[in-house]
């Protein structure tokens, strides 16, 4: 199954329907407002996850898209323990399903570094973020003000964001983390059909809302201030004719890009209803999209100091009938418990000496594998079933003499292009003359001599049906089945004279 761009529109539509339930206003006697805000207190808490997909295939799809249907079906992640300390340090550890097979995994993020450790890897992984905030810290960023901005922002959405029409709210007696809790439900419900409406709603409270918006727009000048003032931006706003703009003066900045963003969203709303008749014209499928078969539903358990401690979530993304699209519809599910909220919580550390930096490798298939264990579930789940090391094309003779040149009978290609197609690393040796390419899989050596019909593989000598020679471009041009065979791959000859190179 092919990633087509068409295929990732009929998704846009889920992000809206989440925010949308972000933002109900008191119901049954429960702000909500207050009790979604209300979370953004919480510095530490620990917290138990689930998700899972399933997606409905079409009619008639093909064996390979029925495969990646399958795939999905079978993908859940299980986090049994999520740790988050004080000073903002994350840790994670449960399980991801796939393919039938389980695959153990813990996390932890501070603000040096993401490591990530896999039952069957040799070594754990990190990514170091120390330049990534450094990076930022040098170009005047306060990385602590970002929290704040986050905390404005959300209320700003959160407060201008109507209600959905089904939603209620009840007191219930339900268990979090093994204690019974006294917690009013909140039951929320949005279809596809709802959401330009409630679009609509949204963009004209946010209109409406100047004070809100103003204290947005001021904590994003304080956040990206240093930045405005650098040399490097500072120059961009010169060339765009912005290099005069008073920006220490904070009150008259906000006003402006206030005045700017509110006749934005004015001539939007203006235009809101002919421009969505448009959408519908010109891509009537997206009304499946937007239809009463997508729906979000959430179920959210909020205790007394209004922190909500137990969700649900079920999304279900109905989809058009189309020949790119494999499937009818997606679901996604998910179920959240929280506890110990703003209690001693100490992130679980994964020890990185000896570790693996990501950073500093290029992740392809052999690197990835000859760090697991060959017998682990993870091995075989990323070379058996997903087949990380499948490697497939074709040449055509005829439309591809840039690629392929015929010498002899013998189809002659770069030995440069063999080598990245297969992430093989190549190395020229310009006073031997010599060509060494070596196997990212199985690190398999093929060793060959400009001017020379042989080639050395792993210590053996073969017969070449070609002498290898460097080409009017420079390329050092190889006998292609000779030296794929090599790479562990087969070279099959078609009926219509193409050439099938492939490898498992």
């Known amino acids: 199954m092919k990633l087509r761009n068409k295929r990732i529109k ?28 209300g979370n953004l207190d919480v510095k530490s808490a620990e917290e138990s996850v689930t998700f899972s997909m399933k997606a409905v295939p079409a009619a008639g799809i093909s064996d390979e898209d029925r495969k990646i249907v399958d795939l999905i079906n079978s993908f859940s992640v299980q986090v049994n323990s999520l740790k988050l300390q004080e000073n903002g340090d994350l840790s994670a550890s449960g399980a991801l399903a796939l393919k039938g097979k389980t695959i153990p995994f813990s996390l932890y993020i501070n603000k040096s570094l993401l490591a990530l450790n896999v039952e069957g890897a040799k070594k754990p992984f990190y990514y170091p973020l120390e330049d990534y905030n450094s990076v930022l810290s040098e170009s005047g960023v306060d990385l602590e003000k970002a929290e704040s901005l986050n905390k404005l922002l959300t209320a700003f959405v959160v407060n201008n964001l109507p209600n959905p029409s089904a939603i209620s709210a009840s007191a219930v007696t339900d268990t979090v983390y093994g204690e019974q809790l006294n917690l009013m439900k909140l039951h929320a419900e949005v279809t596809g059909e709802e959401l330009p409406g409630l679009l609509k709603s949204f963009l004209k409270s946010v209109s409406q809302d100047s004070e809100g918006f103003k204290q947005f727009l001021g904590g994003l000048y304080d956040y990206l201030l240093p930045v405005l003032k650098s040399e490097d931006t500072a120059d961009l706003l010169d060339a765009y004719g912005f290099g005069d703009v008073p920006l220490d003066d904070k009150e008259q900045v906000v006003t402006v890009a206030h005045d700017a963003a509110k006749l934005a969203i004015d001539t939007a709303l203006l235009m809101y209803d002919t421009k969505l008749q448009e959408l519908y014209d010109n891509a009537p ?16 358990f909020v205790d007394s100091s209004l922190h909500v401690r137990k969700e649900q979530m079920s999304l279900n993304v109905a989809l058009p009938q189309d020949d790119s699209i494999p499937i009818t519809s997606i679901s996604f599910q998910s179920e959240a418990q929280v506890w110990n909220i703003n209690g001693p919580v100490k992130a679980d550390v994964i020890d990185t000496t000896g570790g693996l930096n990501a950073s500093e490798l290029s992740l392809s298939a052999g690197t990835i594998l000859k760090n697991l264990n060959p017998d682990s579930a993870l091995y075989h789940l990323l070379k058996e079933d997903l087949g990380i090391t499948r490697r497939s094309f074709d040449i055509d003779p005829e439309y591809d003499s840039y690629l392929v040149e015929n010498k002899g009978n013998t189809a002659m290609v770069s030995a440069r292009f063999l080598a990245n197609y297969f992430d093989a690393n190549l190395e020229w040796d310009d006073s031997s003359r010599k060509i060494t390419i070596t196997d990212d899989v199985y690190g398999t050596a093929v060793t060959l001599k400009i001017g020379s019909n042989q080639a050395i593989v792993d210590g053996k000598v073969i017969k070449l049906p070609q002498a290898v020679y460097i080409d009017e471009y420079g390329r050092g041009m190889v006998p292609l089945r000779a030296v794929a065979e090599a790479l562990h791959a087969k070279v099959t000859v078609n009926e219509d004279g193409t050439i099938t190179i492939s490898r498992d």
């Open 285 to 300: 499928e997206i009304k499946t999209v937007l239809g009463k078969d997508t729906n979000l539903k959430v179920d959210l």
């Open 10 to 37: 009929w998704l846009l539509p889920v992000l809206a329907l989440l925010l949308v339930l972000a933002g109900c206003q008191t119901v049954g006697g429960l702000d909500v407002n207050k009790a979604l805000l």
